[in-house]
T-cell receptor, first 112, second 114 residues
Framework: QQPVQSPQAVILREGEDAVINCSSSKALYSVHWYRQKHGEAPVFLMILLKGGEQKGHDKISASFNEKKQQSSLYLTASQLSYSGTYFCGTAREVQGAQKLVFGQGTRLTINP | DTEVTQTPKHLVMGMTNKKSLKCEQHMGHRAMYWYKQKAKKPPELMFV???????INESVPSRFSPECPNSSLLNLHLHALQPEDSALYLC?????????????FGPGTRLTVT
């Protein structure tokens, strides 16, 4: 089942912060975050594997609340390079392979 | 080398044509994926190969025929497509054991069916 992301779109000025939420009506065992710039392939950001886990690199971090079946992606002091569409994804193993289902995406626009 | 390559970058084909999309990776990944992405939508899983065997077929129409000739190559054969099949086709790869794991995506093939 497809996870639900909010908001659908965000417009920021450079240096502002943003939060993107991802929730699921089914139990989440892991949450994946990807960013896709226009005309490019999705690029992996991070995986959160268990409830309460938080990860981050540079000024992008994420948290995972297993109980609430939701994850949030935090972008701090946004840079122009952060522009793009952010997808969360939920994964489950099927016959040794990973089935990844993406949310509908959040379009982030950073203006100078 | 963490690159997944796809050819061609762009493809225009008629509804009666037969064409193939190609994907290659040299990361030693034993899972390879085909996704379809329409404009302003998320990638949608089509097929998954695990150890060169088809593990997942997401009820894709038979006019799309995947093939995994070896652990580095993945093909998608196209025949008698419809205009609504026009989309970006993405290939991805990942390890198999000990998941979950990140997927590495190729740049995609932009397909237009006329």
């Amino acid at each position: 089942q497809q996870p639900v992301q909010s908001p659908q779109a965000v417009i920021l000025r450079e240096g502002e912060d943003a939060v993107i939420n991802c929730s699921s009506s089914k139990a989440l065992y892991s949450v994946h975050w990807y960013r896709q710039k226009h005309g490019e392939a999705p690029v992996f950001l991070m995986i959160l594997l268990k409830g309460g886990e938080q990860k981050g690199h540079d000024k992008i971090s994420a948290s995972f609340n297993e109980k609430k079946q939701q994850s949030s992606l935090y972008l701090t002091a946004s840079q122009l390079s952060y522009s793009g569409t952010y997808f969360c994804g939920t994964a489950r193993e099927v016959q040794g392979a990973q089935k990844l289902v993406f949310g509908q995406g959040t379009r982030l626009t950073i203006n100078p | 080398d963490t690159e997944v390559t796809q050819t061609p970058k762009h493809l225009v084909m008629g509804m009666t044509n037969k064409k193939s999309l190609k994907c290659e990776q040299h990361m030693g990944h034993r899972a390879m994926y085909w996704y379809k992405q329409k404009a302003k939508k998320p990638p949608e899983l089509m097929f998954v190969y695990s150890y060169e065997k088809l593990s997942i077929n997401e009820s894709v129409p038979s006019r799309f025929s995947p093939e995994c000739p070896n652990s580095s190559l993945l093909n998608l054969h196209l025949h008698a497509l419809q205009p609504e099949d026009s989309a970006l086709y993405l290939c991805a790869s990942s390890p198999v054991e000990g998941g979950p794991y990140e997927q590495y995506f190729g740049p995609g093939t932009r397909l237009t069916v006329t």
